[in-house]
Nanobody, 120 residues
Framework: QVQLVESGGGLVQPGGSLRLSCAASGSILSTNFMAWYHQAPGKQRELVAAITSDDSTNYADSVKGRFTISRDNAKNTVYLQMNSLKPEDTAVYYC??????????????WGQGTQVTVSS
């Protein structure tokens, strides 16, 4: 059974940094698209950053130049380095991965979410 487990969230002051990690576990055969989304209270879940298997990346305009997504294919792990954090970055951050596991077709999986709060 595939699971995505996020870590690294917390409380940080404006201008600070956090690094989120998301590790996929289970009988994984191959991983394609991996991404981070966030959802603020009362708002829809939005794409923050995405990375493909060939390391092509895509970022929301609001985080370009501040956030960096990366992945370690050997560990089935995706990271989000967040710098120059702003109060408006406050949200629950979710990991998403499109992968294929033993006995299952390609499908998207979600992590449970990790809270990021930017406040003084």
């Amino acid at each position: 059974q595939v699971q995505l487990v996020e870590s690294g969230g917390g409380l940080v002051q404006p201008g600070g940094s956090l690094r989120l990690s998301c590790a996929a576990s289970g009988s994984i055969l191959s991983t394609n698209f991996m991404a981070w989304y966030h959802q603020a209270p009362g708002k829809q879940r939005e794409l923050v950053a995405a990375i493909t298997s060939d390391d092509s990346t895509n970022y929301a305009d609001s985080v370009k130049g501040r956030f960096t997504i990366s992945r370690d294919n050997a560990k089935n792990t995706v990271y989000l380095q967040m710098n120059s954090l702003k109060p408006e970055d406050t949200a629950v951050y979710y990991c998403n991965a499109n992968l294929r596991s033993v006995g299952a077709p390609w499908r998207h999986y979600w992590g449970q979410g990790t809270q990021v709060t930017v406040s003084s």
